[in-house]
Nanobody, 119 residues
C-alpha cells in the first residue's frame, strides 16, 4: 500500500506562483505513474498533470500547459507541481494520486490541499 501526503497549498493572487509537493511512502516500487488532479466547487474532478516514475515523461491538461510543471525527486519519493501564472479558475482542491503497475487507473489518493487564487 502507498500513502500520499500533499502540502504547499494556500492563497495567492492571480499571476502568482505556488509549488505543491506530494510525498509518497510505503510500497512505492509498485508505482509507475504519479498524477495531480483537482476539483473545483460544483465541478467534477479533473486531470491536471502526470509523470511516469521511471522515465520522467510528463503529460498535462490543455488548461495548464505552459503554466504548470510536474517533476519528481526519486531519492525523496516526492512529486512536485510548480504552478505559475495562476488564474482564479485554478482555484480548487488539488489531489495527488498514484497508479499501481497492476492497475488501469489511479488507485491511491492523497487527502488534498486547497489552492485559492484571488483576482
Amino acid at each position: 500500500q502507498v500513502q500520499l501526503v500533499e502540502s504547499g497549498g494556500g492563497l495567492v493572487q492571480a499571476g502568482g506562483s505556488l509549488r505543491l509537493s506530494c510525498a509518497a511512502s510505503g510500497r512505492t516500487l509498485s508505482t509507475n505513474f504519479m498524477g495531480w488532479f483537482r476539483r473545483s466547487p460544483g465541478k467534477e474532478r479533473e486531470f491536471v498533470a502526470a509523470i511516469k516514475w521511471s522515465t520522467g515523461s510528463t503529460s498535462y491538461a490543455d488548461s495548464v500547459k505552459g503554466r504548470f510543471t510536474i517533476s519528481r525527486d526519486n531519492a525523496k519519493n516526492t512529486v512536485y507541481l510548480q504552478m505559475n501564472s495562476l488564474k482564479p479558475e485554478d482555484t480548487a482542491v488539488y489531489y495527488c494520486a498514484a497508479k499501481n503497475i497492476a492497475s488501469i487507473s489511479y488507485n491511491t489518493w492523497g487527502q488534498g490541499t486547497q489552492v485559492t487564487v484571488s483576482s
